[in-house]
């Protein structure tokens, strides 16, 4: 298992391997919240989206990151701390660009969505929705980035 280990650390930079430990964290944490709000079903003015959910999120979210970022710092510290070079600063930048996109297309479906329901409730689910996906496609874009060398 250690050689396992130790060809994954070596074939990624650090900043990859963040970006794979977060964006299955943030995948996870989505696919929950889908389930768990099941926004299909939401009914403008029947009753709103279940609060418990965001909550969850909140918590899973602070505690999964520092639980990964720290067992991945803890693993090569001297990668952790270095900061990002050109080219990595570069796949990062590209990444949140076209994810800070998607979390656009999201709040503006929300915005019409609420003009058309005058629902706050499920205004506020879909934006969430939409950052949740939105952090996910990030990582993902990043992982892509990474994996073709170049942004």
């Not at 990624?12 to 768990?36: D, H, N, Q, V, Y």
């Not at 934006?127 to 996910?136: A, D, F, G, P, Y």
Request: hydrophobic share 50%.
């Amino acid at each position: 298992m250690s050689k396992i280990f130790d060809i994954w650390s070596l074939a990624m930079p650090f900043r990859e391997k963040s970006a794979w430990g977060m964006g299955l964290l943030f995948l996870a944490i989505t696919i929950w919240f889908i389930g768990a709000t099941q926004p299909l079903n939401w009914r403008s003015g029947v009753a709103p989206p279940p609060a418990g959910p965001l909550m969850a999120v909140t918590l899973f979210s602070i505690i999964g990151s520092i639980v990964i970022q720290s067992i991945l710092a803890g693993s090569s510290p001297r990668e952790a701390n270095a900061p990002a070079d050109e080219r990595e600063r570069q796949l990062l930048t590209r990444a949140s660009h076209l994810s800070g996109l998607v979390l656009g297309a999201g709040c503006i479906s929300a915005l019409f969505h609420y003009l058309v329901h005058r629902s706050g409730d499920t205004l506020f689910h879909i934006i969430l929705l939409s950052l949740l996906i939105s952090t996910v496609a990030e990582y993902a874009l990043q992982i892509v980035y990474f994996r073709r060398g170049h942004g």
